[in-house]
């Protein structure tokens, strides 16, 4: 879960200031927020409703196969959004 503190191509720092990641919580809870209700959609419609200890289940269980990808890109959103971050295609493969 370390993300190095800067990028090995550009150098931009992943970090501009102390505490900057706090706003990616956002971020992540819009994620979760999301699998949550497409779990619950799917469920419903494709499961034919079934009881809500599934649900539960089931969203709690997709949610810990997915955090670590949320964690990387709610930091990445977060970061292009606030930090001022742009793409630069000299630095693409």
Request: some cysteine; proline content about 5%.
């Amino acid at each position: 879960m370390e993300m190095y503190e800067k990028c090995p191509e550009c150098k931009q720092t992943y970090e501009p200031e102390p505490g900057f990641y706090y706003g990616a919580m956002f971020v992540s809870y819009a994620f979760s927020a999301a699998i949550t209700f497409i779990t619950g959609f799917v469920l419903y419609n494709f499961f034919g409703n079934p009881d809500t200890w599934v649900y539960m289940a089931v969203v709690t269980v997709a949610v810990a196969i997915l955090w670590p990808v949320m964690f990387k890109y709610s930091r990445a959103i977060f970061l292009h959004i606030f930090g001022g971050i742009r793409f630069d295609s000299k630095y693409t493969g």
